[in-house]
Structure formats: C-alpha cells, structure tokens
T-cell receptor, first 111, second 116 residues
C-alpha cells in the first residue's frame, strides 16, 4: 500500500464550524490532492499541490482552503462547514506521470 | 463540458463471464492518459490499469484489459472471467497534459454486480 494516511476517518460537525482534515504521506511524492466523492458525481477535485507551499484550485474549491508546509502533509480546511459539504473526502498522492494512490477516505457529516 | 462519461450506472454479469464497462472521454490534447479505478464496498480506491494516448497496444493487467479506441475517444474496461470479488464501483479517469498538474478527472462510475 502507498504510505498515505487520512485523519480523522469519520467526523460529525455542526454547520458554521471550521473543520480541518489531514493527509500524511511517507512516499515523498511531489503531488497531493483532495477530492470529494458524492453519488452521481464520481470524484471531484477540490485542491491540489505540486510542491511545498505550491497549491492550486480544482473544480469544486469554493468553501475550502489548503496548506502544505511540508512535503508529507496536506491539510484541507472547511472555513465554515455547510451541509452541502457532507461528503467522503479522499486524499491522493502521486509522482510525476504516475497513477494517483488514494487514502482510505474521511467521511464528514455536517449537521 | 463532461470530460469523462460512463453511461452505465449499473451492470450485472454472471460469474466467469466477461464484462465490458464503457468510458468515453473528451479532450483536445494529443498527450493524455486514461485510468481505471475500482472501489469495493469497503470504500478504498484501487488503481487497476493505465493507457497512454501514444500507446499503440491496449493495456492489460491480469484479467483487466483496456479497449482503447482513440478515434472514438473511448477507453472501455474489459474484465475477463468475472469473480464475485469484482463486484464494486468502477471509475474511469483521464489525465490531460502534465502542464495541468497531473490531475485526474473522473467519471460518475459504474456499479458492477457479479452474480453466482
């Protein structure tokens, strides 16, 4: 298995609260990604990183921010959680021109 | 515009038979890659197979093969000799030019159920 860990695995939070999800890798890969999975939509890219402190927006970035201060960690923050952000969040890593390898996902419920 | 289209929301196949999962894509890039992932009910995403746009041979990995028809912009996954453990959601994905950051765009997925 690719060395990638997501935490927490499950979280329930209230509308309006900030939430941070963590992705940690031990593979020293350059690229890291945050996707969300919703029925009927497959996986949609939220943000990605192509190096330390280098990040860019994906398809569904509104309401999310990210930070990557070290190669191994990529944080996803929901500034003020909304019910529409209830989803399963996947972190992924890859080297250049290689497949993405995914973490086990975080199930987030916003009540 | 939809970049990856998987037109089969659900499929059934009899154990030991072959099944084809459809995927069409849309890109104007000459250099791109196509991927298939499997997601069993446990939720993890498992990489299955990759096809580069310049690869002349169809990719194969064990019982998985990718039927790549460039002119039709299709990249169908063929699973031979289906097993009960193949029951899962299958996602087709595309990576366009590397200048876009090695990102993958996913289709909506196809749920495959293998019957005994």
């Amino acid at each position: 298995d690719a060395g990638i860990t997501q935490s927490p695995r499950h979280k329930v939070t209230e509308t309006g609260t900030p939430v941070t999800l963590r992705c940690h890798q031990t593979e020293n890969h350059r690229y890291m990604y945050w996707y969300r999975q919703d029925p009927g939509h497959g996986l949609r890219l939220i943000h990605y990183s192509y190096g330390v402190k280098d990040t860019d927006k994906g398809e569904v970035s509104d309401g999310y921010s990210v930070s990557r201060s070290k190669t191994e960690d990529f944080l996803l923050t929901l500034e003020s959680a909304t019910s529409s952000q209830t989803s399963v969040y996947f972190c992924a890593i890859s080297g250049i021109n290689s497949p993405l390898h995914f973490g086990n996902g975080t199930r987030l419920t916003v009540t | 515009a939809q970049k990856i289209t998987q037109t089969q929301p659900g499929m059934f196949v009899q154990e030991k038979e072959a099944v084809t999962l459809d995927c069409t894509y849309d890109t104007s890039d000459q250099s791109y890659g196509l991927f298939w992932y499997k997601q069993p009910s446990s939720g993890e995403m498992i990489f299955l197979i990759y096809q580069g746009s310049y690869d002349e041979q169809n990719a194969t990995e064990g019982r998985y093969s990718l039927n790549f028809q460039k002119a039709r912009k299709s990249a169908n996954l063929v699973i031979s000799a289906s097993q009960l453990g193949d029951s899962a959601m299958y996602f087709c994905a595309m990576r366009e030019s590397l200048e876009y950051g090695n990102k993958l765009v996913f289709g909506a997925g196809t749920i495959l159920r293998v019957k005994s």
